[in-house]
């Protein structure tokens, strides 16, 4: 005769069929190695480029190429650093920036994508589905497509070389609209916006005071899309000064020197790739936490 902790177990291994809902530790132990196959597959681009900022010059182009490094060297980056620290506008102004621009687009977008997807979740207003089925459709339209449409708004708004033309474009994301959207929709009840509103709350209060704190994952996976987005960004065919130009374009034209540069372009890509990476272990759960509410696998 069994012992109710072993019933429960046993319950717990099958479902109400009788049949078993768990895999085998075989099924298990494939999965976990398929997922480390994955893992590392995905990550090999970040070991290479790791890589190949340590190595020296001679290692760069030896043939065949070689994955692994074998005298690793930090040359590359005292390079960069001295390239970095001889032009005639301070690297200190390339920095501040790109962390203006990356901070004040991110706050942008997090802003107004949270408050048109609160409109479109739970608004009472005509013609939401129209206008949500059309923000879907500007999901298949990347950056490159929209490249020219953008100078010309930006030209005729005179925001063309000034910080507004790199901050302005990167507000306005489908990406961020839809994935709010989604996750206000699920995760708020209706039943609490109507409780705020009979007790007198205005929709900027109701947006903000009760709307804003449940979704706090999905913001904050906006957040990580949008800087990882922005940061890399170079907005070259906006910004013409180069007292205005982001980090990314100062490390492009040190790299644009030759062949003889290539490890200081390895190094500055590193560099660029450390604060992306930082803001997403930090935030990682909350990443898949809004994706499972949102709908996308």
């Known amino acids: 005769m069994r012992t109710p902790v072993q019933s429960l177990r046993r319950i717990g291994r099958r479902g109400r069929t009788g ?9 298990d132990t494939g ?9 590392a597959f995905m990550g090999l681009p970040f070991v290479y480029a790791i890589m190949q900022s340590l190595k ?8 065949p190429p070689r994955f692994f490094v074998r005298s690793p060297t930090i040359e590359n980056f005292y390079l960069l650093t001295q390239y970095a620290g001889n032009t005639w506008v301070p690297f200190s102004r390339y920095l501040f ?3 203006f ?15 048109g997807a609160y409109v479109l979740a ?39 070389n000034t910080y507004g033309a790199l901050v302005v474009p990167a507000i306005a994301v489908p990406l961020g609209l839809f994935l709010m959207k989604q996750f206000i929709e699920s995760s708020v009840p209706d039943a609490l916006l109507e409780s705020a509103r009979v007790d007198g709350a205005p929709p900027l209060r109701i947006w903000w005071s009760v709307v804003m704190p449940m979704v706090k994952p999905a913001w904050l996976t906006l ?11 170079e907005g070259l065919e906006y910004i013409y000064n180069e007292a205005l130009k982001v980090l990314p374009t100062m490390f492009r034209q040190i790299s644009a020197g030759g062949i003889s540069r290539a490890g200081i372009a390895a190094a500055s890509a590193v560099v660029l790739m450390v604060p992306p ?8 759960s909350r990443v898949v936490e809004t994706m499972a509410h949102s709908g996308i696998k």
Do not use: H
């Open 56 to 63: 020296p010059m001679e290692e760069l182009f030896i043939f």
């Open 122 to 160: 739970k608004g009472r207003i005509r013609g939401r589905k129209t206008v949500f089925a059309i923000v879907v459709t500007t999901l298949l339209f990347a950056y490159d497509v929209t490249a020219i449409p953008n100078y010309v708004i930006m030209s005729g708004l005179r925001l063309v």
């Open 223 to 233: 957040i990580i899309f949008s800087f990882q987005s922005i940061w890399g960004r």
């Open 97 to 99: 920036n790109s962390l």
């Open 19 to 27: 049949r078993r809902v768990t895999r085998s530790l075989g099924g």
């Open 31 to 39: 999965v976990l190695l398929l997922l480390v196959l994955v893992g």
């Open 101 to 115: 621009v990356t901070v004040t687009a991110t706050a942008g977008q997090v802003l107004l994508c949270s408050m």
């Open 277 to 284: 990476i930082i803001t997403f272990i930090l935030s990682q």
